[in-house]
């Protein structure tokens, strides 16, 4: 075993063996492979891709390169993942529903890609809240919360750890088979009972269009089934932001309001479409529309926001977060309204170039050292379908500089597009497969 090797065969659309792509995982989490090296077997896998079953020997080496858990606990262990998107800030609105609802959720979530946000960065945008936990506290935020929204840790699929970072600069992040891998690598890592994967379609996602969708629902159900965990993809739309603020704090704000407020909007009809397929193929009720109404129903009446503050508090932050959040959460300095320069219709809104925009502030990172300032994003984006006139408002840019505000102005002034004539808005929840 080699990695030059197993480069040469990918570069020649040849599959490695499933000794040889688990030999290559080991080397990712053990350093045995160069980084050199970590970014040609990233590009390569891009460029040709694997086969159906090299596919799935992959993700099972991922999982392998380091700790498989198990749990003994009083009630289903669910988890949901999205494949990344704008504005998508369900996880931090489902994970406190679920375990309202009598489920276990222990949610390894990630950081940033490219122009869409990490669950992580999110929450990290809380004072106090640290999303590395060892494995002891982690089991104990789960069983007393019934959730837990964390990192991996070092030996929770390590070869993941190693590949994710190079694929958010090396421009790799959009191949179907290592997005399968990733996030199948952690998730199956976590002893799971059921999975819902949350696939995003359209200008805000990495998939932009419905077939590509499909594909990568249908190789991740196919790949997750395969290893005896029972998955579901449900395909959403993202040809807009999902709640109308980008950015860490901005969106846990957007969560607040919801878990707080009325609990209603997209974000909770996503929620209560993953959450019904998650909590029927659990056990926990009869069946999916039941699962949604139970979800729904949590996130009214307050249960999911009391299920979230006990997470917030056993993750080290404020003990008081769900009551007084506004105080807590930074913002930025420089605030600017970006005005229409025309009267008319919103028709399109190139929801990649508004994560961009955010990365562009601080938000995100480029290289994978990048700092992320919590503070910085847009919000009050307006939605797809919306007559507007003249002189009013598309979006506010939070910034930290005034000249930074102004290229993010310019820059979601050519992201929405308007028109004469009403856009038709597509639907949000559009297919679910397996």
Not at 317 to 323: A, D, N, Q, S, Y
Request: aromatic letters at 2%.
């Amino acid at each position: 075993m080699n990695a030059r090797a197993i480069l040469a065969k990918l570069r020649t659309r040849r599959t490695p063996s499933r000794d040889e792509l688990a030999w290559f995982a080991q080397a990712l989490a053990d350093g045995g492979v160069s980084d050199a090296q970590a970014g040609a077997f990233a590009m390569a896998v891009c460029l040709n891709g694997l086969s159906d079953v090299g596919r799935v020997a992959l993700t099972l080496a991922m999982r392998d390169s380091g700790r498989v858990l198990s749990w003994d606990l009083d009630g289903p262990v669910l988890d949901k993942h999205s494949t990344g998107g704008v504005g998508d800030c369900v996880s931090l609105i489902l994970a406190p529903a679920l375990a309202a609802c009598g489920a276990f959720v222990p949610m390894i979530s990630g950081r940033g890609l490219g122009h869409t946000g990490g669950t992580l960065d999110k929450l990290e945008a809380i004072p106090g809240v640290a999303t590395q936990q060892d494995e002891a506290r982690f089991r104990q935020i789960v069983a007393q919360a019934g959730c837990a929204i964390v990192g991996a840790t070092a030996d929770i699929a390590p070869a993941d750890r190693r590949l994710y970072a190079v694929r958010d600069v090396s421009a790799t992040v959009e191949s179907l088979d290592l997005i399968t891998a990733s996030i199948l690598s952690k998730k199956l890592a976590a002893g799971l009972d059921g999975l819902v994967l949350d696939v995003k379609v359209g200008s805000g996602a990495f998939m932009k269009d419905l077939p590509a969708a499909q594909a990568l629902a249908e190789a991740l159900t196919k790949t997750a089934n395969a290893a005896r965990c029972r998955t579901t993809a449900v395909i959403s739309d993202m040809s807009q932001p999902l709640v109308p603020s980008l950015g860490n704090a901005l969106e846990v704000a957007e969560v607040m309001r919801v878990l707080t407020g009325p609990g209603r909007g997209p974000i909770v009809d996503v929620a209560a479409a993953l959450g019904g397929v998650l909590l029927a193929n659990g056990g926990l009720v009869t069946d999916v529309q039941d699962g949604a109404d139970a979800i729904a129903r949590v996130i009214r009446n307050g249960t999911a926001a009391e299920r979230f503050g006990r997470m917030i508090a056993a993750m080290g932050g404020p003990v008081g977060f769900v009551e007084n959040w506004q105080r807590f959460l930074p913002e930025a300095s420089v605030i600017r309204e970006v005005k229409a320069t025309s009267s008319g219709y919103v028709r399109a809104i190139d929801g990649e170039a508004l994560g961009l925009t955010v990365v562009d502030l601080g938000g995100g990172r480029k290289v994978e050292t990048d700092s992320v300032n919590p503070a910085v994003g847009l919000s009050e984006v307006v939605r797809l379908g919306t007559k507007v006139d003249r002189g009013q408002t598309l979006a506010v840019v939070h910034a930290t500089r005034s000249d930074h505000a102004d290229a993010a102005a310019a820059a979601v002034a050519g992201a929405i597009s308007l028109g004469s004539a009403r856009a038709k808005v597509p639907d949000l929840i559009v297919e679910r497969i397996g």
